[in-house]
C-alpha cells in the first residue's frame, strides 16, 4: 500500500467500501469506544434529564411542600434576577482572567526554563507545586497567609516598604480570588507549554538563525505559531475547569458581590441556604445551554486543534 | 546551524543562559513561597502562627501531633488516607481502562463522528457540580451507595474520563501511521495493535494523562463532602475537619494540608519529566 | 511484553471494581457490641472534646460506638437540613441550634424528645436553663437537647478604659459603647471589633440585636405570626446600619468585612482591639491560661438602645432524625452528651480544664465548684445574658415566625440572611454605597411571603 509520505500528522483510515463490509467495518470501529461513551452517557445524562425535570418544578425542601410542574415559571424568574446576572460577570472575570494571565506567566516560565541552567529540576519542580495542592487550601492560605490586613505576609512586605497595608479579600474580593487562581493554574500553563517548547524542530530555528534573523522575530514567528495549538489546549482545559470554581469562593469570602460567580450562585439558591432545588436547576440547565453555544463557537475558532484530521 | 561556536558566541550564549536561569530560580522562589510559608506555619504553635509574619521561632511538632492522633469515632488521617488511596487508584485505573480503547476509536482507527463524540465527552464538564450533586446524592440514596468509597470511585471516573479522553486521543494520532498499518498488515488484532504498538509509544502521555487524573480526583472536595461525609470520606475532608470556627486553626491546618499534599506532590514530582516528555510527544498536532 | 500490558489493564480493571465492592456501605461498619450511631457535630473546640471522651466515658459503659462527622457550621446545616429534609437516614444524631429545631420539629422531621427525657431521670430534664430549653421547643415539645449555649455580650479591656479614664456603665447602650470606642481607639488599638463577615450566623447575627434594639426588624408580622412585609427600607433599619457601619469604620478592627469570631478573637488577644462583642463562650478562651489577655478583662451586658436586653440566644443541640432506625441508641447517646454527668467529668479530662466544658446548658453547670473558680471571670455574665436574651420579643414590634433573636424564625431567613449581609460586607468594606445594599436587600426580602 503506497501512499503519500506524510509528516507526523495522523491520517484517518478510511472505511471500506461496500455494504455489508462497512457495516461490520463501522461497528469495528465503534466498539472500543462503546464502554466509555455509555458510562459517560449514563452518568452524566441521567442526572442532567432530572436536573431538566426540577427545573420545570418549584421544588422546595424548606419548608417542606408538594413539587409541583410550573413549566416555565423559574425561567423567567431568571430573566428578572439581576443578582444572575451578576454572577454571570463574575464568572466572566474570573475565567478570562486568570486564563489569559495564566498562560501568559506560564509561557513566559516556560521560555525560562526551556534552557538549561543549575538547579533547573528543581526550579520546575518548585514550580509545579501551586497545582497540586487542594484548592480548599489554596483558598485558606492565601487568605490567612498572604492576605490576611494584619498578620498577612504581603502586608507585612508592604509596611516594611513604607506604605499602608491593604485589605485584599475585604476591598477587592474578585482581584484576591483571580491572583490565587493565577498562582494555581500557571504551573499547568507552564507544563503545556514547555512540552511545545521542547516538541519544537530545531531544524527550522536553526535555518531561520543562519538566514540572520533576529532572535526574537523567530520568537515571535516561529515559536509562538508552533506553540498556538498548545495555547488553545492550554486555555480550553483551563477554562473549562475555572468555570466550575467552588472552593476558593466558598472559604475565602462566603460570597458576596464581586465574588459569586454562577455555581456559587447556584449552590446559594439549593443546598446554600435557599433550599430551592427547582430554582436552582433552571439557573444551571442555562448555564449548560449557553457553555454549549460558546464551545460550540470557540472550538470552531480553535481550528488548530482539531486540523490535520481531515479526511485523506 | 549555529556552529560558528566562536568564542564571543558561546560567552554570549552562557551568559543568557545565567540571566534566565537566575531570573528562573527568583520565579521559582516566588511561587513556592505561599507553600514554603504553609510548611513553616505547620512547626508553629498557634500563638505564633496567627500572630504577624515570624521567620524565627522555636519549631514543634505538636501541631502534627494533634491532627494526626486518632480520637474516638472522629475522621482519622489513616482512614482518610486509606479512602483516598483507593477510590484514586481505582478511579484512575478505571479511567485508564476506559478511555485507551475509547481513544483508539478516535484516533487510530476513527469512528465517523469522532469530532462530535469528542464534544460530547467535553460537552458533559458543563453541567455545575454544584447544580448536579443533587440529582447525584439521590440516585446515590436510592441505589445505597451513600457513604461508600463505590460511589465516589464511579463519580471521579466520569470527572476524569473526558479529560482522559481528549489528551490520550492526541496523543495516540501522533503515532506514525505506517507502524499501525504495519501491524496491521501483518494480521494484529486490535489488542496486538494496542499492546506491541500503541501503549509503549504513548506510554509518557498515558502517565501524563494519570497524573491529571490523581491530582483532580485526590482534591476533589464538594462531591466528597455532600456524599461521604461519615464513611468513606477522603483526605480533603480529613484536612478541613481541623479548621475550627471558635478557636485558631492556621498551623493545625497547614500541618494537615502538608501531610495532605505530600503524597501528590511527590507524584507530581516524581513523574513531571515523563509528563513533559509525554506532551512533547503528542499533544497536539 | 504484550501480553503484560494486556494482563495488567484487566488486572487493573478488577482490581478496581473489587476494590471498589470493598468500600463500606452507608449505617453499619463494625460496631462495638451494642451496635453503632453516626452523629454530626459542627467543629467546635467542645464537640472534639466530647469527641474524643466518648470511648472511654460512653462506648465503654453503654457498647454503642460513635462515628463522629465533624463539618464546618455551613458544610453541616447543608448536609443535615437535606439529611432530615430528604430523608438521607445517614445519621443518628444531628446537631442544630434554635433556628432550626421549632422548624424541623413543625415538619415532622426530628423526634420528640419529651418521652425520652421524661423516662430518664438522670438526665434530669428540668436542670436545663429554661431559657435554652425553650428556645429548643414547640408547643412545650422538645425537639432537641442542648450541648453548648452561648448568648453575646460586650467584652472589654478594663486596663484600657482606666488609662483612658473612662468606666463601663452596668448596662450600657450602644449610644455610650460606642462613644467609649471612639475615645479609645488609636492607629494601634482598634475601639471595638464587631462582626462583618457575610453569613446570616455571623454579621446577620450581631447586626440583627443591634437592628432589634434599635426599634427595626426584618420583617413584619401579620397576626397569625406569618410574614408581611419587608422592612428593610424603613429608616429605623437603616439607621441601625449606618450606626454599625459607621462605628466600625471610625474605630472598629482591620480587614472587617471578613472578620467573624475568630479574626476578632485573635485580634482582641493580640492587644489590636480594646473590647468585643460577641459570643459569651469567647470569655472562656480569654480567660484561658495560654491567653495574652487573661485577667484583664470585664464583661458586661450586650448593649441596648430601645429594650431592655438584647442579647442573643443560640445553643447547639442534639436531635434525633425521624428516620433513624435508632432512635433508643441515640437517646442514649444524647443523654450521655447532654447529661449533668458528663459536665462533671469533663472538667478533669479536657485539655483546657474546667473552664473549657461546654457553656450554657445547665444550672448545674454553674454551681460545680471548680466551674465557678475556673470560670469566675464570666460564669455569671454568661448565665446572665442567657437567662436575659430576649427571645420572645426581641424588639420593639411583632415578628413573624418562631422565636428568635438575632434570626427570624422562618425558614427563608437563611438565604435572605446570607444575601443581604453579603451586601452590608460591602458596605462595611466601602465597595458599595448604603443605599444600593439596602434596596437590594429590600428585593431580596420582599420575595418571602404575602
Known sequence: MTTTVRPRIGRVIPPKAGRDSLLSESWRRRLPLLPALLFMILLTQVPFVMSVYYSLTDWKIVPPGPREYVGLDNYQHLLHDHFFGSAIWVSIQLTVFPVIVSLVLGTAIAVLLDRKFFGRGVVRTMLITPFLLTPVVIGLIWKNQMFHGLYGVINWVIEKLGGTPVEFVSEHPTLSIAITLVWQWTPFMMLIMLAGLQSMPQDVVEAAKVDGAAPFGIFRQLTLGHLRPYMELGVLLGSIYLIQLYDQIAVMTGGGPGSTNVPYYVYQRSIGGGWEFGQASSYSIVVVIASIVIATFALRVLSGLLKGEAAA | ?285 | MRRTVGATLIAALFVGLGVAGCGDDDDSGGGGSGGSINVAMVDNPQMKDIAKLTPSLFTKKSGIKVNYTVLDEGTLREVTTRDVAAGGRQFDVVMIGPFEAPQFGQNGFITDLTKFSASDSAYQVDDIIPAVRNALSLDGKLYAAPFYGESSFLMYRKDVLQKAGLTMPAQPTWAQVADIARKVNTPEMAGICLRGKPGWGDLGASFTTVLNTMGGTWWSAKPDGSVDTAMVDQPEFKNALQFYVDLIKDAGEKDAAGASFNECLSQYKDGKVAMWYDATVAAGLLEADDSAVKGKNGYAPAPVDKTQASGWLWSWALAIPSTSTQADKAWKFISFATGPQYLKEAGTKVPGGWAAIPPGTRKSTYQIPQYKKAAAAFAQPTLDSISAAPIDNPGTTKRPGLPGVQYVGIPEFQDVGNQCTQQFSAVIAGRTPIDTALSNCQDVASGVGG
Open chain 2, 1 to 285: 546551524m549555529s556552529a560558528e561556536a566562536g568564542p564571543t558566541a558561546v560567552g554570549e550564549r552562557r551568559w543568557v543562559n545565567r540571566v534566565f536561569g537566575g531570573l528562573a530560580w527568583i520565579v521559582g522562589l516566588l511561587m513556592f513561597f505561599p507553600v514554603f510559608w504553609m510548611v513553616l506555619n505547620s512547626f508553629k504553635t498557634e500563638a505564633d502562627a496567627n500572630a504577624s509574619p515570624k521567620l524565627f521561632f522555636t519549631p514543634t511538632l505538636d501541631e502534627y501531633r494533634t491532627v494526626t492522633e486518632s480520637a474516638g469515632g472522629l475522621l482519622s488521617f489513616s482512614e482518610a488516607f486509606t479512602n483516598s488511596i483507593v477510590i484514586v487508584v481505582a478511579s484512575t485505573l478505571i479511567v485508564l481502562a476506559l478511555a485507551i480503547p475509547a481513544a483508539y476509536a478516535l484516533a487510530v482507527r476513527p469512528v465517523l463522528k469522532w469530532r462530535d463524540v469528542l464534544f460530547f465527552f467535553i460537552s458533559t464538564k458543563f453541567l455545575p457540580v454544584v447544580a448536579a450533586i443533587l440529582p447525584v446524592w439521590i440516585l446515590a440514596r436510592e441505589l445505597g451507595l451513600l457513604n461508600s468509597r463505590l460511589v465516589l470511585i464511579i463519580l471521579y471516573t466520569a470527572i476524569n474520563l473526558p479529560l482522559a479522553v481528549w489528551m490520550l486521543r492526541s496523543f495516540f494520532a501522533e503515532i506514525p501511521r505506517e507502524l499501525i498499518e504495519a501491524a496491521e498488515i501483518d494480521g494484529a488484532s486490535l489488542r496486538g495493535q494496542l499492546t506491541s504498538i500503541i501503549l509503549p509509544m504513548a506510554a509518557p502521555g498515558i502517565a501524563a494523562t494519570a497524573l491529571l487524573c490523581v491530582i483532580f480526583a485526590w482534591n476533589e472536595f464538594f462531591y466528597a463532602v455532600q456524599l461521604n461525609p461519615v464513611e468513606g470520606s477522603t483526605m480533603p475532608i480529613w484536612v478541613t475537619t481541623n479548621v475550627s470556627t471558635r478557636g485558631d486553626f492556621l498551623a493545625k491546618l497547614s500541618a494537615a494540608s502538608v501531610l495532605a499534599c505530600i503524597p501528590v506532590v511527590l507524584a507530581g514530582w516524581i513523574a513531571q519529566k515523563r509528563m513533559i516528555r509525554g506532551l512533547a510527544m503528542g499533544a497536539i498536532k
